[in-house]
């Protein structure tokens, strides 16, 4: 099979995670299930949608982003998504072929897109992507191992490559985390409000668990910086009642997150 092939393929097969990525994303946050009703359904009259009005990208421009049922208008997000989706998969074969690394970056992005989206529409960050991620992440560190960076220093010298890979991906997702649960910690009791949600404390042993402590941190300065420019931003255009607006951190982590997996240095994800 040639590589543009493969590429087509995992374009195709991203369009379709895509679709299911959406039903997450509107789902997850409102507790609905996402097995059941299996099939999707407008949120504006409940009408059930018919496999031919699901047909991912292609329905919702033959719709002119509208319902079938009742006319109303379907977010763009949908199409947004399942074409995002489709880019990524179609990265990650391109950037790395038929290999592990390919899987593991693919699988990252499709649980980056849900992060960021569900934070940035309702400022949660589902714990079956969060926690569940972290999971996912650890298995594939185990199942594809990596060289770590900094952490290969405090490693016995005749180690495994899975222990190796794990140990990397554990310390980067528990380091940065507890350093943003304390930071979290001494923001609130100085100004007397929330400033961090203990889901992106979450989200972090996510990002550790796929791209290692280097990664983690890099993220985190990224996301960091990002969010506070959008801030300023939104501050230089509100006035400084914006500085009271509540910003999805999250959302600024997994763009971060997504951009350096993608366009970063070359080699294991970062």
Known sequence: MTIALTIALAALFGLLIGSFLNVCIYRLPRDLSVSYPSRSFCPACGATVAWYDNIPVVSWLILAGKCRACGARISARYPLIEALTALAFASAVWRYGETGEALRLAIFSAILIVLFFSDAECFILPDEFTL???????????????????VSLLLPFDRLPAGESLADA????????????????????????????????KMMLTLGA????????LTTIAGSVAGSLWGLTRMAVKGRDAALDELPFGSFLAAAALALAHWGVTGRLY
């Open 210 to 217: 796929f791209t290692g402590l280097e990664g983690a941190l």
């Open 170 to 201: 554990v310390i980067g997702g528990a380091l940065p985390a507890a350093m943003l649960w304390s930071l979290g910690g001494i923001y609130e009791r100085v100004r007397g409000r929330e400033g961090l949600g203990f889901g992106d404390v």
């Open 132 to 150: 569940g991620g972290a999971a996912v992440g650890l298995t594939l560190a185990a199942l594809f191992p990596w060289r770590a960076g900094i």
